[in-house]
């Protein structure tokens, strides 16, 4: 089955703890995106990267970091810096980053 | 700024009947639209989506018009099911917006028995 995965489903970290978030995909697509989303809200950009070791801040980088050392993987770090991290994190990827996107079921992290 | 954006934040729709989530977009130069459907606690899904040299397309009970006119979107559900309930986003992307998608805040869609 081809799609998009990420682990875990749900996180619990204690505050002042990096945590890192994992994101894999076998589409084969390029783009690759990191979303936050709190309840009852949209989706806000964090990150996101049109090619492999290539990555750009979204509208809300601050406190967050990413790599994408392979085309299949893009992890993002809740660094604690971040001062409010708890919320639900959604990866999506696409073909090339214009056309639409595939979400992953996305992780629940609680910071307490 | 440039935004999607949608007009109703919350509707409530009989069951049987037909739903019309309405999106309003303000760059002109976006020509590729997108409607997500997002069940609670899960990832969004991809509904349909349309070109801007389009005016309408259909899928499976639903349709999506648009008019470039008053850069309005709409999607349209026949015969809303208790599995329609779930919020919508609307989304808009350009060549020219570096691959950025813009998300709408959602539209809470809930269907009465």
């Known amino acids: 089955d081809g799609g998009i995965t990420q682990s875990p489903k749900y996180l619990f970290r204690k505050e002042g703890q990096n945590v890192t978030l994992s994101c894999e995909q076998n589409?084969?697509?390029?783009?690759m995106y990191w979303y936050r989303q709190d309840p009852g809200q949209g989706l806000r950009l964090i990150y996101y990267s049109q090619i492999v070791n290539d990555f750009q801040k979204g509208d809300i980088a601050e406190g967050y970091s990413v790599s994408r050392e392979k085309k299949e993987s893009f992890p993002l770090t809740v660094t604690s810096a971040q001062k409010n991290p708890t919320a639900f994190y959604l990866c999506?990827?696409?073909?090339?980053?214009?056309?639409?996107?595939?979400f992953g079921p996305g992780t629940r992290l609680t910071v307490t | 700024g440039e935004s999607v954006g949608l007009h109703l934040p919350t509707l409530s729709v009989q069951e049987g009947d037909n739903s019309i989530i309405n999106c309003a977009y303000s760059n002109s130069a976006s020509d590729y639209f997108i409607w997500y459907k997002q069940e609670s606690g899960k990832g969004p899904q991809f509904i349909i989506d349309i070109r801007s040299n389009m005016d309408k397309r259909q899928g499976q009970r639903v349709t999506v018009l648009l008019n470039k006119t008053v850069k309005h979107l709409s999607l349209q559900i026949a015969a809303t099911q208790p599995g329609d309930s779930a919020v919508y986003f609307c989304a808009e992307n350009s060549y020219s917006s570096a691959s950025k998608i813009i998300f709408g805040s959602g539209t809470r869609l809930s269907i009465r028995p």
């Open positions: 999506a990827s696409s073909i090339d980053g214009y056309y639409e996107q595939y």
């Open positions: 589409l084969n697509h390029d783009a």
